[in-house]
């Protein structure tokens, strides 16, 4: 559970909604609830391992380039 409270008495409404925004965003929430809006037909077997593969040599080539500081 997210909780925000007010610090100040002083504190605009303003801050107090820019700071539920920020919590909102870094908890995950959001992209969540978004991809639980519409019904997705579950991955077959290979797709999963073709993804998988897939990812990992995106992850391989990154990295590869962060060491050499082409990145």
């Avoid at 605009?12 to 919590?23: G, M, P, Q, Y």
């Avoid at 965003?25 to 019904?39: C, D």
């Avoid at 077997?45 to 998988?52: G, I, L, M, T, V």
């Amino acid at each position: 559970m997210i909780q925000v409270t007010r610090k100040d008495s002083q504190e605009a409404d303003e801050n107090l909604i820019r700071r539920f925004n920020r919590k909102m965003l870094q908890s995950g929430i959001i992209p969540r609830v978004k991809a639980l809006q519409y019904f997705t037909k579950p991955l077959s077997k290979r797709d999963r391992r073709e993804r998988a593969i897939i990812r990992r040599a995106r992850k391989a080539d990154k990295l590869k380039r962060i060491r050499l500081g082409i990145r």
